[in-house]
C-alpha cells in the first residue's frame, strides 16, 4: 500500500471504514430490476444512463462499490470487470454475487491503474466511483487507454453548481450563495471527512476529457422528482430542483 498515491491510501482507509454503512445501500442496488442513479435514485426511464444495448458488449465500472450496477451491467448482458480502492466493499460485492446468482470479475485496486490490456472494453462507466474519488489527470486517460476506438465513457459525480456552493462544514447543506472560487478547484478534503474527493469546472472537464481522446456527447444535468428522498444531508430537495446538484457525462473515444 505504501506505493499508491496519497489520495488513494486516504481514501481505501476511508472506504474500508464506511464499507459496513454501504452494505445496505448495495443490497438494494443489486435487488432492483431496473437501474436508479445518484443520491436522488432517478429511475433509469428519466436519464437513459445506459446504452440500449449491451448485450455481448465489454464493460467495466471504475470504482464499483458494491458492485450494483456492474450488477445491472451483466443482467443486460455485459461481460463485466468491476475495480475499487476498498476491500471491504469488495467482500461485500462478492457476498451479493452469491446471493444473486450472478459472477463477473471483482478486483481490489486503484482505477488509476487498471490491470488490464489497452482496448479491452466497449464500455466503462463510474457512478461516484473513481469520478470522484480518484485523480482525473490519472483516471480519465486509463479510462480512455481501456476503451476501443468509439468505446463509450459514462460517469455520474456532483455538479461542479453545488461544489461551489457547498459550506465547508460536513452534513451542513448546500446554500443558495456560492462559497468557494470557481478558478482552481481540483482536490478538496473536508474538515473531518478524512477523504480526497476530486471537483473539476465544466471547461476543465471539457479539456481534460477532449486531450485523453473523447469527445462529449451529452452533459446530463440532473433533476430529482417531485418528492424523492435521500439519506443525504448536504443537499436539499427545494436545493436540487431548482439548481443540478448532480451531472452526467457522456463521452466517447474517438475512432
Known sequence: MSDLPEHVRINRTKWDDLAKEYAAGGERGWARD????????????????????????????????????????????????????????????????????????????????????????????????????????????????LLRPGGQLVFLTNSFLMTLCMPPEDDVAATDRLLRSAFGMYRIEWPIDPGVEFHLSHGDWIRLLRSSGFEIEDLIEVRPLEGATTNYPYVTLDWARKWPCEEVWKVRKRR
Open 34 to 145: 431496473m437501474p436508479v442513479w445518484g443520491i436522488w435514485h432517478v429511475p433509469e426511464a428519466e436519464l437513459h444512463v445506459l446504452p440500449d444495448d449491451l448485450n455481448g458488449k465489454d464493460a467495466i465500472e471504475l470504482g464499483c462499490g458494491t458492485a450494483y450496477v456492474s450488477c445491472w451491467l451483466t443482467r443486460r448482458g455485459a461481460r463485466v470487470v468491476a475495480i475499487d480502492n476498498s476491500a471491504a466493499q469488495i467482500a461485500t460485492a462478492r457476498r451479493l454475487q452469491l446471493e444473486h446468482g450472478l459472477d463477473f470479475p471483482l478486483i481490489h485496486g486503484n482505477a488509476e491503474q487498471v490491470p488490464y490490456p489497452d482496448a479491452s472494453f466497449d464500455f466503462a462507466i463510474s457512478e461516484y466511483g473513481a469520478c470522484l474519488w480518484a485523480d482525473p489527470q490519472r483516471w480519465v486517460p486509463e479510462a480512455a487507454r
